[in-house]
Every structure is written in C-alpha cells, then in structure tokens.
C-alpha cells in the first residue's frame, strides 16, 4: 500500500489508517468503557489490516478506558521483530481515562500520559503522539514545549493535533516556528463528503505550513455506508442508538436525497456505498491519509474497494457536489 510522509516529520504512513477507536469501549466516552469490540474481534481485526498492507494503527489513551492500547500492545508482543518494526503507531492524549479523572495537555499531565501510553503499547518510543483536542485551559506554549521535550528525549518522534480548528492550528505552528520549538506536523479532524468544511479552513493552513492531513470519520458514523435509511429506525447497536450527537444535523430530506444517488452511484461502479465514500477521500490531492474503523474484520473490504477504484477529475467533483 503507497505510504506518504506527514509534514516535515519524517514519518511516513499508509494511505489507509487502521483506527482503534473502539475496541474496548466507543471512542473515549466513559459511559461505554468496556463495551465495543472485544478483545478477540480487535485482535482479528489486526491481523487483518496487516494482510491488507495497513502499517499504521491510531489509538488514544482514553480509548476503552486504555484497553485499546493495552490490546494494540499485547498484539505486537505476538508478532516477530519483522512486524513490529512496520508498524506505525500513532496515539493521543486529552480525555480522561475514567469518570471523573482529569484530563487536558497541560506538562504535567502530558508527561504522566505519554509514560502511561508507552507501558500499555509495550513501546520505548511511539512515533506520532496527538493533541487529541484543543485544551482552553492551558497555555498552548506550554502544551508545545511539554511535546518539544518529548520529541528531544526520544520518546516521541513526532507530534500533532486532532480536533483542532484552522486559527487553532496555525496559532500552534506560528508559536513553534517562532520558539523554535517541535511543531504539529499533522493535524486529524473528522472529514467526509458529509463534513467538508475543513477543505476551505484548515486545508489552506497545512498548505502554508506544509503540514499532514488525516481524515477520520471517513462514513460519517455509518451514514456513508448505507447504514440509515429515510423512513427506517437506526440499527441496533449503530452510531446513532450510541452517540448520535454530532450526527443528528444529517436527519434532513436533502441529506437522504443525495445518498440516494450516492448508492446508485456506487451501485454503477459495483462497489459499496463504503468503498466509494473512500475512494472520495483517497483521490482528494489535500488528504494524506484516512481513517478507517472497523467493528469487524469484514468491514475491510470497502477499503480493498477503494484501493482499486480511480476517480477522474470529474468523478471527484460530481461526488463531492451532492453533498455540498
């Protein structure tokens, strides 16, 4: 699988992302801790991205609750040297680990994390370590110098930020250039043909800054994939009967109307509605990597169907255009 270096880093990634977001839990809510993918089926499904030629997994340490890393850590410690050298792993901090705990970036607690992180991925250094949000809290010069120092110590080879907003972004890398301080040389925010918006706000700023751009939440939380459907209840167990909020602006008829077309669409080129929203991503020139996070090791197949799929010019702006 072509792989593509983040900013300036050094580090380089498959174009697809194997995120771990919700083994053990959903994502970092507290309230689903313990519950997601188990043990087993992650386990599964990383074997599974690595037969696809996927060498990069994303974490966060408030994933399950940090199962996710310990899982992502007691997988490799079953795989020889050849495989634990491939793979890239990329983790963040900000959530609390439990109801109740702290959270943010400030130094301290940075330091305090990324040890933690370290012991359950069973690694001496991780080569991408995240802002996970922007912290309002804390001063961001302090946040900055706190991953400088980790990046100068070796434990961490590079550093980023996800759920960042375009002012937040190029703030953080003005500050590092001007400090001359280690600077975010990726950003990761949600990006889809549902959620276009960063194309016009934080796309120009790692242009400027030559800066790497993850794309996660590549289906939308399932409405991408065909998962809802006007008229019908949600599916048991889907985005929407677990955390529906940041969901709930795309209940609209024009919404539905234009994945309707989308199905027939995909429908013509015989792939899935799936692996046609990732081929969208893939062939999107502002786009380093993507995202993808199975429940399943099956849900892998949209992403061999997009790996083979080759939008025109054309294409691309006839899709993105029923959604915008």
């Not at 991780?126 to 120092?149: G, K, M, Q």
């Not at 800066?211 to 008229?231: N, V």
């Not at 077309?261 to 991503?281: H, I, N, P, Q």
């Amino acid at each position: 699988m072509e792989r593509r270096e983040l900013g300036r880093s050094g580090i380089s990634v498959t174009r697809v992302i194997l995120g771990c977001g919700n083994f053990g839990g959903v994502g970092s809510a507290p309230a689903f801790f313990g519950q997601g993918i188990p043990r087993d089926e992650a386990f599964r499904i990383m074997d599974a991205a690595w037969e696809l030629g996927i060498t990069a997994f994303d974490t966060a340490d408030a994933y399950g609750g940090g199962r996710s890393e310990t899982w992502i850590g007691e997988w490799l410690a079953t795989k020889g040297s050849a495989v634990r050298d491939a793979i890239t792993i990329e983790t963040k901090t900000f959530n609390p680990l439990a109801e109740g705990a702290d959270r943010g970036l400030s130094a301290a607690r940075i330091r305090r994390q990324v040890e933690t992180s370290l012991a359950r991925l069973g690694l001496e250094r991780v080569p991408l370590y995240l802002a996970h949000a922007f912290d309002s809290e804390t001063p961001v010069e302090e946040t900055l110098r706190a991953f400088d120092e980790l990046v100068r110590v070796g434990k961490v080879g590079a550093v980023g930020a996800s759920n960042h907003t375009a002012e937040q972004l190029a703030e953080a890398v003005e500050i590092s250039e001007l400090e001359d301080l280690a600077r975010y040389e990726l950003v990761q925010n949600s990006f889809s043909l549902l959620e276009q918006l960063d194309a016009e706000t934080v796309f120009p700023v790692c242009h400027v800054h030559a800066l790497g751009y993850e794309a996660f939440g590549p289906l939308a939380g399932g409405w991408l994939a065909g998962r809802y459907r006007r008229g019908e209840p949600y599916p048991e167990g889907s985005r929407m009967t677990q955390r529906p909020e940041g969901y709930r602006r795309f209940e609209a008829d024009d919404v539905f109307d234009a994945l309707e077309t989308f199905a027939r669409d995909a429908t013509e080129r015989g792939v899935s509605m799936a692996g046609l929203a990732l081929a969208w991503l893939l062939a999107t020139p502002d786009v380093t990597a993507v995202v993808v996070g199975p429940t399943r090791a099956e849900q892998l197949d949209p992403v061999r169907e997009a790996l083979a799929l080759e939008l025109t010019n054309d294409e691309h702006t006839h899709l993105r255009g029923l959604f915008a």
